[in-house]
């Protein structure tokens, strides 16, 4: 869900695998909090009975998100692999 907070492990691995280093996902955190575009918030597992770290984005967030959508890849391009069977 939109306002449903995400891991912050969640978030800079998904940022790593995208080829952000763990600085620059550092550094780009920092400023999307003080911008106040996200916010940090504790997540709760039922399972394990505890909670941990998660960021959720913020309604100036989402704002800026709208106003500046096409800047965004919303579908990857499938690679053609040129009808060749993974089997």
Do not use: C, Y
Request: no cysteine; glycine share 6%; net charge negative.
């Amino acid at each position: 869900m939109p306002t449903s907070p995400t891991s912050l492990v969640s978030a800079k691995r998904s940022a790593e695998r995208n080829g952000i280093t763990s600085m620059g996902f550092n550094v780009a955190l920092r400023r999307l909090l003080a911008k106040q575009m996200v916010a940090g918030s504790d997540i709760w597992d039922e399972r394990h009975q505890d909670s941990f770290a998660g960021l959720k984005v913020t309604e100036s967030g989402w704002n800026w998100i709208d106003q500046n959508d096409k800047q965004f890849v919303f579908v990857k391009e499938v690679e053609d692999d040129d009808g060749d069977i993974p089997f």
